[in-house]
């Protein structure tokens, strides 16, 4: 059965960072892309990074390029994304996504809708 499980969310000032984890089962990451996502209320669900299983290319919304950085530990199927200096704007749900996901150096797109419950994220300035 397919799970993500995010976690690592919280409430943190303008300037912090935080580190997002993801457990994934019922797939081996290593042989899937996979990527974060994240929702603003109010907004539509967006791609934040992604990285390539088969080329290992990565690929980073331009709000966030220098400050977020994915990676992964095939071994326990978790993936984390790292995120420094974070700004108000940063501030949304987030989630991760990986089995239908396609990712390349200019965009991620993922093909199924199928979402864990997601970690929010709160950055008060």
């Known amino acids: 059965q397919v799970k993500f499980v995010e976690s690592g969310g919280g409430r943190v000032q303008s300037g912090e960072s935080l580190r997002l984890s993801c457990v994934a089962s019922?797939?081996?990451?290593?042989?899937?892309?996979i990527g974060w996502f994240r929702q603003a209320p109010g907004g539509a669900r967006e791609g934040v990074s992604c990285?390539?299983?088969?080329?290992?290319?990565?690929y980073y919304a331009d709000s966030v390029k220098g400050r977020f950085t994915l990676s992964k530990d095939n071994a326990k199927t978790t993936m984390y994304l790292q995120m420094n200096s974070l700004k108000a704007e940063d501030a949304a749900d987030y989630y991760c996504a990986s089995g239908a996901v396609t990712c390349t150096a200019t965009a991620i797109r993922y093909d199924y809708d199928f979402w864990g419950r997601g970690t929010q994220v709160t950055v008060s300035s």
């Open positions: 990285i390539s299983w088969s080329d290992g290319k990565t």
């Open positions: 019922g797939f081996f990451l290593e042989y899937h892309d």
